[in-house]
């Protein structure tokens, strides 16, 4: 029903940047919240940070002067500018949303992207 593909990712050096982006495609009726959560191997899937349709941002205080969310409501799309990456945030990076689709409009449900490969790494 809805789909979230992501793009960006890679390998980069300690102090680099990368861009993430996301894009939501199907039976979207509206869309609440979009973000992006996070999972280094042998951890929880943790909060990145996360953005409404008003542009409220919510940021984990490890990324927080780092890292800028931004969104384009009328895209359905989400990206993720990352600057000044540590090793730390190595990580595989997931898109999600929480949408509202047309053939089941009275509850939000959460959708997420496959992930992609986020390597800090000198």
């Known amino acids: 029903q809805v789909q979230l593909v992501e793009s960006g990712g890679g390998s980069v050096q300690p102090g680099g940047s990368l861009r993430l982006s996301c894009a939501a495609s199907?039976?979207?009726?509206?869309?609440?919240?979009m973000g992006w959560y996070r999972q280094a191997p042998g951890n929880q899937r943790e909060l990145v940070v996360d953005?409404?349709?008003?542009?409220?941002?919510n940021y984990a205080d490890s990324v927080k002067g780092r890292f800028t969310i931004s969104r384009d409501n009328s895209k359905n799309t989400v990206a993720l500018q990352m600057n000044r990456l540590k090793p730390e945030d190595t990580a595989v990076y997931y898109c999600?949303?929480?949408?509202?689709?047309?053939?089941?409009?009275?509850?939000?449900?959460?959708?997420w992207g496959e992930g992609t490969q986020v390597t800090v790494s000198s």
């Open positions: 199907g039976n979207i009726l509206s869309i609440n919240r």
């Open positions: 953005i409404t349709s008003g542009h409220t941002t």
């Open positions: 999600y949303a929480q949408v509202k689709t047309f053939s089941a409009s009275y509850a939000w449900m959460q959708y």
